[in-house]
């Protein structure tokens, strides 16, 4: 009796959101794995697909905000920074 193996691998992380073709301007729902800069558009197949909003969480995933209440931030080797009001956040 032989069995099949099948290999569970690593579940990959992917964004999802609205994208733009920079060339066509056409616009549609995308998805593509977390590092993929351009996207191919679905509709004129050039690799000229960007994201129009920036990643973010999805729902009910805890956001950190600063006290200003901006959640955007600047983060180097030793801190995290509001972009709004430039405090040095404390985790």
Same mark, same amino acid.
């Given at each position: 009796?032989?069995?099949?193996?099948?290999? +569970?691998?690593?579940?990959? !992380?992917?964004?999802?959101?609205?994208?733009?073709? !920079?060339?066509?301007?056409?616009?549609?729902?995308?998805?593509?794995?977390?590092?993929?800069?351009?996207?191919?558009?679905?509709?004129?197949?050039?690799?000229?697909?960007? +994201?129009?909003?920036?990643a973010v969480p999805k729902a009910g995933e805890e956001i950190w905000v600063c006290a200003c209440r901006?959640?955007?931030?600047?983060?180097?080797? !030793?801190?995290? +920074?509001?972009?709004?009001?430039?405090?040095?956040?404390?985790?």
């Amino acid at each position: 009796m032989s069995a099949d193996v099948i290999q +569970f691998g690593k579940k990959e !992380t992917v964004l999802e959101g609205k994208a733009k073709c !920079t060339s066509c301007q056409h616009e549609w729902d995308a998805q593509a794995p977390v590092g993929v800069d351009w996207l191919e558009c679905p509709e004129c197949h050039l690799m000229k697909g960007r +994201f129009v909003h920036p990643a973010v969480p999805k729902a009910g995933e805890e956001i950190w905000v600063c006290a200003c209440r901006c959640d955007v931030f600047r983060i180097t080797r !030793t801190a995290a +920074f509001c972009i709004q009001c430039g405090s040095r956040q404390k985790f």
